[in-house]
């Protein structure tokens, strides 16, 4: 059974800074790309980054050049860094993989990240 586990959420302070991270098991981790989504209250789910099985990256307009995207295959596992936090970026982030070969994905629980001083 495939899981996805997000970890790091919380309260910071605008211009602050939280590491997500999300955790994958039951399934191959190198073959997927991954993404991280947020939804925030009374909007839609919308893509924040994404990072290939190749480790190409990409970034929603209002992240690009604050949020970083990484995995490590080897521990099966995708972060977000997320720097110069703004309150407009508080959601649940939600972790996404997607198998290539099956075209399934998935879908972690989310973690919720607050932005206030």
């Known amino acids: 059974q495939v899981q996805l586990v997000e970890s790091g959420g919380g309260l910071v302070q605008p211009g602050g800074s939280l590491r997500l991270s999300c955790a994958a098991s039951?399934?191959?981790?190198?073959?997927?790309?991954v993404g991280w989504y947020r939804q925030a209250p009374g909007k839609q789910r919308e893509l924040v980054a994404t990072?290939?099985?190749?480790?190409?990256?990409n970034y929603a307009v209002p992240v690009k050049g604050r949020f970083t995207i990484s995995r490590d295959n080897a521990k099966n596992t995708v972060w977000l860094q997320m720097n110069s936090l703004k309150p407009e970026d508080a959601a649940v982030y939600y972790c996404?993989?997607?198998?290539?070969?099956?075209?399934?994905?998935?879908w972690g629980q989310g973690t919720q990240v607050t932005v206030s001083s």
């Open positions: 996404n993989a997607n198998n290539p070969l099956s075209s399934r994905e998935y």
């Open positions: 039951g399934i191959l981790f190198s073959i997927l790309s």
């Open positions: 990072i290939t099985n190749g480790g190409r990256t």
